[in-house]
Structures are given as C-alpha cells and as structure tokens.
C-alpha cells in the first residue's frame, strides 16, 4: 500500500488536529471548491464524479484543508450513492465545525443522460 493509500485509509473526520480555532470574530464566508470527488454506485460498481462546492460562515472553528482533502477523498472507493455522499460529508462537517450557516452543492457528472446536482443548506433546516 502506497503511503498516501494508508494515510486515506485511516483519516478520521473527528481527529481534533483536523479543525483550528477561528481567530476572527467577524462574520466572513469561506468558499472550497474540491473538483476531485469520486465514490462507487452502490448498485453498478461504476465510478461517480463530482464536483463539491462548500460554503461556511465559521463559529469557532475552521477546517484544516488537507484534512478536508484527505476526508474527500476517502469516499473514493466506497459504494455510496449521490444523495448519500452529499449528506454524509455535510453532516459530519456541520457536526464538526458547527458553523453560522454552511451550504454544499454536490454536482455530479452526468452519468447515463442523468445529471444529478445534490444542494444542502442550513439556512433551510
């Protein structure tokens, strides 16, 4: 196993050296564009592409980005559906940072004449 396998492999989202500690008081958006996402269809085995668009008006916390590289990356050979990936990396993200608001847009390549776009926002909950 190569060594960026390994460190894929045994990422966890929910290690404390994965987030900083906001040092800014005022309200100010960070927006990450990860053009790389892939996961598995769960039911063909076949290779899903994504782009994810994530927004976040941090609280007290910020994502540290290789750690967001590394959890983006670790769908990459599970067998997870569009709709499924979407809300796994929002929930665990929002759990985690526990932003002012935070938004992701999930835009996955058509696949089949079928082009699925996934939105989940906080400010709709």
Known sequence: ???GE???????INAEENFWPN????????NIELPEFMCLCPRS???DFAIMKLSYVPDKKVI???ALKLY?????YRHISHENSANEIFDA??????????KLIADFNPR????????IDSETF
């Open 1 to 3: 196993m190569k060594y």
């Open 6 to 12: 390994k460190e894929i492999q045994e990422f966890d």
């Open 23 to 30: 040092e800014h008081e005022k309200n100010y958006t960070i």
């Open 45 to 47: 085995g076949y290779p």
């Open 64 to 66: 540290e980005l290789k």
């Open 72 to 76: 983006i990356n670790s769908f990459m």
């Open 93 to 102: 993200l929002y759990s985690q940072l526990e932003p002012k608001s935070m």
């Open 112 to 119: 089949g004449n079928v082009h699925t776009v996934i939105e």
